[in-house]
T-cell receptor, first 117, second 112 residues
Framework: GAVVSQHPSWVICKSGTSVKIECRSLDFQATTMFWYRQFPKQSLMLMATSNEGSKATYEQGVEKDKFLINHASLTLSTLTVTSAHPEDSSFYIC?????????????FGAGTRLSVL | GENVEQHPSTLSVQEGDSAVIKCTYSDSASNYFPWYKQELGKRPQLIIDIRSNVGEKKDQRIAVTLNKTAKHFSLHITETQPEDSAVYFCAASVNQGGKLIFGQGTELSVKP
């Protein structure tokens, strides 16, 4: 099946610093990627939809200046958590939509666990 | 916007028994309903999906049913095995390639 790579898998940072998370589709082109946040034992909460070559669409309540999304190519989307604070600590997961033979199925990355001290 | 409710939140069954997880959605325009399995600390994996033009779909021990009138869909796992233990999420989307709205998840435990 399609492979989505997400890096880093785990990051610890100091409060006030910025952290960048990468999401790559390895064997397909993804015009659309999605970013989710997941708290322990909870569901995946959609943060934003990332479209290649255009601005991301953020869900209600998600600060676009806080969570910067860039989708500069058909295989890479990045999420930057700016001026991170302890409340930003969470599990962030991306997914990429395969618009080819897989008929728009979303494949997920392995997630990034962010701990802000 | 779309809202997806999932029940139960936890489910414990004996190995070999069947497990059923139910979801309801609010947006009648939703037409794509995938189910994902997430093991602890791992990525969600698509296990089965169904489109609104189909009432039932089966893949070996897993089946999904859809009732568009009631806006309700269910996951059925037969002959459960310990390796089926995981958190299962249902989701709904207006378009197959569109954003997914997830249910709250069901933690399934299969006891040997």
């Amino acid at each position: 099946g399609a492979v989505v790579s997400q890096h880093p898998s785990w990051v610890i940072c100091k409060s006030g610093t910025s952290v960048k998370i990468e999401c790559r589709s390895l064997d397909f082109q993804a015009t659309t990627m999605f970013w989710y946040r997941q708290f322990p034992k909870q569901s995946l909460m959609l943060m934003a939809t990332s479209n290649e070559g255009s601005k991301a669409t953020y869900e209600q309540g998600v600060e676009k200046d806080k969570f910067l999304i860039n989708h500069a190519s058909l295989t890479l989307s990045t999420l930057t958590v700016t001026s991170a604070h302890p409340e930003d600590s969470s599990f962030y997961i991306c997914s990429a939509r395969d618009g080819g033979i897989a008929k728009n199925i979303q494949y997920f990355g392995a997630g990034t666990r962010l701990s802000v001290l | 916007g779309e809202n997806v409710e999932q029940h139960p939140s936890t489910l414990s069954v004996q190995e070999g028994d069947s497990a059923v997880i139910k979801c309801t959605y609010s947006d009648s325009a939703s037409n794509y309903f995938p189910w994902y399995k997430q093991e602890l600390g791992k990525r969600p994996q698509l296990i089965i999906d169904i489109r609104s033009n189909v009432g039932e779909k089966k893949d070996q021990r897993i089946a999904v049913t859809l009732n568009k009138t009631a806006k309700h869909f269910s996951l059925h796992i037969t002959e459960t095995q310990p390796e089926d233990s995981a958190v299962y999420f249902c989701a709904a989307s207006v378009n197959q390639g569109g954003k997914l709205i997830f249910g709250q998840g069901t933690e399934l435990s299969v006891k040997p």
